[in-house]
Every structure is written in structure tokens, then in C-alpha cells.
């Protein structure tokens, strides 16, 4: 008797198993035949679900839209910066690539967010040094940066400004460090916020430079700088993208700037390396990981599609634009750099005594 088309079909499925096939297709000899092909049935189907995750991976990433959730709101430096890439990526990954902003809790949520999603090169998050290597030193938080995460790139750094209030009688970092000195306490600093890199940062200057500030912790740096303009407060660190209006309309004194190197923004501004404080070196930094356990294979082309999009000729003056930095590490340097980074801010923040509420 012919078989039917559903049952062809079903044979088609053994193609895989080409033993059950065989019997499949010859005269039903007995029932020892019956139940032979009835064990090899439920065998290829249990192995043909056991192999599916296999086949899902072994697809060619991507095969669907890739997503970036920014742990931030809208409209800040990092978040355009992801709007970039995502502008861009497509181009070679040949998938749209879908930036989510998920705010809150000095971003952790959207951190939280990423270190739960399923390990597959889909959702990525875009890092940044205070949820990633600053928030889990001072708090208990919903992830193990160095666990739940695998490295992807770094992207960016960004330097910070230490600026002063013209009215200030320190006209170099020099002349603050003698100041602060000669009256332990006395100098006030404001920051973003307690625990934030504008704080930390100042807390790290003065525990190598043995000075004793007083620091004054705002809701955000917007506050901050307008006490800094209006003589309320003398001194703050803040990024180069905000330090360089108030710079150049001469409302306040750049004195130094936190990275290696001086900034190509605020060529005239020096290193507080060059002004005595050797080996002193603070950046806010961006880069993405994906949750741990993620393909390598997907995760290395997502690593060297963005180091790409970072080289394309225009990208440089757009990320000078936002006061950003291109940082290029294999996958691997940029898990030590975490860890580094990591490392140091415990010992910042041990010896500064920090703590958040």
C-alpha cells in the first residue's frame, strides 16, 4: 500500500537517522522489526530536541535585530554615543541593531537587565565605570560585574576638568594642594553626588596629594555647576564636554584634567600628572558586554564590527563632539582593564571612607 504524504514527510525527519530509514522502508518482516524502528523513532526525535540549541547557535549571528540597552536616560554623552554605533552597525552586521534605554539606580537596572537575558549575542549592554567597577564596591548590587558578564569592547573614555571659581585664590593645582595644606578641611568640593566619578575622582587627587577636602554632595552636576559659577562652592570636577562652554566664556579656571593625557578639546589645560601628582590617572570609560555565557563567536564579530564603526574617518570629530576618547582592546584587555579598574576604586574608595546610604 503507497503511504501517504504526511508519512513521507515524517521519513523525510530521518533522513538523520538513515538505519531507521531503511527499516522503515522494508517489508515488516516481524514484530522484533516493529518495535527496532519504534526505539530509533523516539530516539532521533529525542536527540533531534537535544541537538536544537546547537542548531539555534550554529546559525550565522545575526540572524535578527541585536539590542543595546543604555542604563541611562536619553540624551546623555554614552546614550548618543550607542545611538552612533547603532546608526552605523547595521551596514556590516547586516541587522538592525535597537538602542533601549533602561534608567535607574545609577544603572543598575538596565545593567540587572542585561545579566538576566538570555546568553544568545541578542542584548548587549552598554557599560559604564560607575555601575560597572565603582557602584559594586560601595554596595550590594543585583550582578557580579566580573560573573555576569562577558566582554564585548571598550568604545569610549572621557576625561574630567577640575575647574575652580575665578574668585578662587589658586590659580594652578600646585597652589590648591599648598592651600589645602595650610588649612586641612577648609576647601569645599561639590559633585553629582555621593560615590559618583566626580567624586571619586576629587577623592582620589587628594588622598595622593595628602590633602583633607570637604566634599558637598548635589542631586546631579547641573546643581553643582551653577554653585560653582555663582561662588557658592570653589571647586568641581566634571566631564570636558560641560567643563568647555564655562572654560571658554572665562566663567571658570580649568586647572587640570584627570586622564593621561591632555585633551586635544583643552590643549592648554595640563595633566595633574605633569603638575607633580605622578602616575595620577581618572577616566569615565564606555564599552558593552554581553550577559556571561553568550556565543564567542558572535560576540568577537559584534567586538570587531564596532572597533570598525570607532575607525571610520568621521567618527573621530563626532566622538571629540561628545568629549569622547576611542579606546581599542581585544576582548580580553578590556576584561583585565574592568578588573583593573575595579581593583583600584576599592583602594580609593577604602581610603577615602566612602560610603552610600
Known sequence: MARSEASSAAGCVMLMWPLACILESSP???GAHVSLLNILRVAALAMTFGLAPAFVHAQAWPSRPVHIVVPFPPGQ??????????????ATLGQPVIVENKPGAGGSIGMEHVAKSAP??????????GPTSISPTLQKLPYDTTKSFDPVTAVASVAQVFMVNPSFEAKNLREMIAYARAKPGVLNYGSSG??????????????MAGIKLTHIPY????????????GQIPFISDTVTAAIPQVKSGKVRAI???????????????TLDEQGLKGYEAIGWIGILAPAGSPAAALDRLSAETQKVIDQP???????????????QTREKFRDFIRSEIQ??????AAAGVKVE
Do not use: C, N
Open 344 to 349: 583600584k576604586w576599592v583602594k580609593v574608595i
Open 194 to 207: 555621593q560615590g559618583t566619578t566626580q567624586h571619586l575622582f576629587v577623592e582620589h587627587f587628594a588622598s
Open 256 to 270: 587640570a584634567i584627570t586622564s593621561a593625557r591632555r585633551s586635544k578639546l583643552l590643549p592648554d589645560v595640563p
Open 219 to 230: 542631586k546631579g552636576a547641573g546643581p553643582a555647576m551653577q554653585d560653582l559659577l555663582g
Open 28 to 30: 515488516p518482516f516481524s
Open 120 to 129: 544568545d549575542g541578542y542584548t548587549v549592554v552598554m557599560a559604564g565605570s
Open 314 to 328: 568621521d567618527m573621530e570629530k563626532r566622538m571629540a563632539d561628545l568629549g569622547l576618547v576611542p579606546m581599542e
Open 77 to 90: 554623552g554614552a546614550d548618543t554615543m550607542m545611538r552612533l554605533l547603532a546608526e552605523k552597525l547595521p
